[in-house]
C-alpha cells in the first residue's frame, strides 16, 4: 500500500488540510517582512555635508542659513546642494551670483545633516553609510540572502533527520532571537552577521511550511497549495509597506516585522508532523494518531479504522527501501545532472531578476511606500492567473512564458528615455509580476 492510497482515504484535501495551511499562514507572511526588509531600513535619505567646521572662528558671522549653504557647498544641476562634498573653505563671492567651477572641495569633514521628514533613522543615518561608503548597505542585502543560501541547505538536511515540525519549531525561535537581536545592534559588522543568521534560520520557515503542507494534500490539489502558500507572500509584501509607513525607527520596524512570530509560536502546537516522514522513519504509532485525527476532522473516521499498524508497518518497510538520498543524488546519473543544472540555472535567473528589481524601488524617485504596495499588489492576479494557465498548458511551457515576459519586459526597460520614471516603473512591476509567477 502507498502512502497515497492512504491519503485519499482521509480525503487529501480537506478541513484537515485548509487548517494546516491557515495555521502556516502567519509563519510565511514573515517571509517577505524579512526579505524585502532592506527597502526601508537601508535607504539612504536626502543629505548633505555638515558644515559646522567652515563656521568655526564665527567666519559665517550673520549670515543666513540659505547663504551658509551658497557658500559652503557647491550646487547640483538642479540647485540643490550636493550630497558628499564641501569647499574647503567659505566661498563669500558666491554669495555674488558668481560661478562655483573649478573651486576645490573635499569630503565631508563633519558628516552628515539628513532629511528626516520620512524615515527618523535608518542604517545609512546611524551608522553615515552614505557617499564613498553608500555601498555597505547594499551588502546588508547580500549577506542575508547569503544566509538564506547556507540555510536552504542545512534546513534541507535537518527536516529530513529531525523531522518538519520540530525542524520548524527551531526555525520559528531561532528567527525570533536574531530577528529581535538585530534591532540592538550596535554596529553594522554586527547587524550583518545577525542579519546573515536570521536569513539562514528564516530559510527552514520557508522550507518546512512549504513541505508540510504538500505532504498532506494530495497530488491534485498541490498546486492550488503552492498558489495558497505564495499569495501569503503578497499580502505580507503589502503589509510591510503600511508597517513601514507607520514605523519610521529602522530598529522598531525590525522588531515589529519579527513580533509575528510569537503567533506562529503559538500555532505550531496545532500543527501535526508529516505522517509520510513518520512512516518513513519507523514512527507507525505517531503516523496512525496524525492520520486518524485527519480522518475524524475530514469526516472519514469509517476508512481510519482500517488503519492497522500492522499495515502501516509494512508501508514503512516499502518506504524506507531505497530512500536513503543525499544532495549527490542530484548529480549522480547523466539525467539529473542535466535537469539540476537546468533547474538551477531557471532558478538563478527568477531570483536575481525578482530581487533585483524588487530591491530598487527608491530608484524611480516616487513615493518608495506606494510603489512597493503596487509591486506586492501586481502578483495577486499575476499568481492567480499562473494557477490555471499551469492546468491549461503545463509547467514547462508556463514556465518558458513567464521567463520570456519577464525578459521582455526588462528589455523595454532598456529603451526607455531616462525621464520616463512612470513608464519604466509600469514596464519593471510587469517584470517583477511575471519573474514572481
Not at 494518531?289 to 508501508?315: T, V
Not at 533547474?343 to 530598487?360: C, D, E, P, R
Not at 499575476?382 to 521582455?408: D, E, I, P, S
Amino acid at each position: 500500500m502507498k502512502f497515497e492510497t492512504i491519503l485519499d482515504e482521509v480525503s487529501g484535501f480537506g478541513p484537515f488540510q485548509i487548517i494546516i495551511v491557515v495555521l502556516l499562514c502567519s509563519p510565511r507572511m514573515v517571509l517577505p517582512l524579512h526579505f524585502m526588509l532592506t527597502n526601508f531600513i537601508a535607504v539612504a535619505p536626502p543629505h548633505r555635508c555638515d558644515i559646522s567646521s567652515l563656521a568655526d572662528g564665527g567666519l559665517f558671522g550673520n549670515l543666513t542659513q540659505e547663504q551658509r549653504l551658497t557658500v559652503g557647498i557647491p550646487q547640483r544641476e538642479d540647485g540643490g546642494p550636493r550630497s558628499c562634498e564641501m569647499f574647503a573653505e567659505p566661498q563669500f563671492q558666491l554669495l555674488s551670483n558668481s560661478s562655483s567651477s573649478g573651486l576645490p572641495t573635499v569630503q565631508c569633514r563633519s558628516g552628515w545633516v539628513y532629511d528626516n521628514s520620512t524615515f527618523t533613522s535608518t542604517l545609512a543615518t546611524e551608522w553615515d553609510l552614505v557617499c564613498d561608503r553608500k555601498s555597505l548597505t547594499k551588502t546588508s542585502s547580500s549577506i542575508f540572502f547569503f544566509g538564506v543560501m547556507l540555510g536552504a541547505v542545512a534546513f534541507g538536511f535537518l527536516c529530513d533527520k529531525f523531522g518538519r515540525k520540530n525542524t520548524l519549531l527551531a526555525s520559528y525561535i531561532m528567527s525570533m532571537v536574531f530577528g529581535f537581536s538585530t534591532a540592538f545592534a550596535n554596529s553594522f559588522v554586527l547587524f550583518s552577521a545577525l542579519r546573515f543568521l536570521t536569513g539562514f534560520a528564516l530559510t527552514g520557515l520557508s522550507l518546512n511550511s512549504l513541505v508540510l503542507s504538500i505532504e498532506w494534500v494530495d497530488t491534485a490539489h498541490r498546486s492550488f497549495i503552492s498558489v495558497i502558500g505564495s499569495l501569503t507572500w503578497c499580502v505580507g509584501n503589502m503589509l510591510l509597506a503600511g508597517i513601514a509607513f507607520l514605523v519610521t525607527d529602522w530598529r522598531t520596524l525590525t522588531m515589529a516585522v519579527t513580533a509575528p512570530l510569537g503567533l506562529a509560536v503559538l500555532t505550531w502546537w496545532w500543527v501535526p508532523e508529516s505522517a509520510r516522514w513518520l512512516l518513513a522513519n519507523g514512527k507507525v504509532e505517531e503516523a496512525q494518531f496524525y492520520l486518524d485525527r485527519c480522518a475524524k476532522i475530514n469526516r472519514r473516521q469509517k476508512m481510519s479504522s482500517s488503519f492497522k499498524l500492522e499495515a502501516l508497518a509494512n508501508m514503512n518497510v516499502q518506504e524506507k527501501q531505497g530512500r536513503s538520498y543525499s544532495y549527490l543524488d542530484l548529480i549522480r546519473t547523466p539525467k539529473l545532472r542535466w535537469l539540476t543544472l537546468q533547474t538551477g540555472i531557471i532558478w538563478y535567473g527568477v531570483a536575481s531578476t525578482y530581487y533585483s528589481l524588487s530591491l530598487s524601488i527608491t530608484g524611480f524617485g516616487l513615493n518608495i511606500y506606494l510603489t512597493h504596495f503596487i509591486y506586492a499588489a501586481i502578483e495577486v492576479p499575476a499568481k492567480l492567473t499562473v494557477y490555471y494557465v499551469v492546468n491549461v498548458f503545463g509547467r514547462r511551457k508556463c514556465q518558458a512564458g513567464t521567463l520570456m515576459l519577464t525578459a521582455a519586459c526588462v528589455a523595454i526597460n532598456i529603451f526607455m528615455p531616462k525621464g520616463c520614471s512612470e513608464a519604466k516603473r509600469v514596464s519593471l512591476e510587469a517584470a517583477a509580476a511575471a519573474a514572481a509567477q
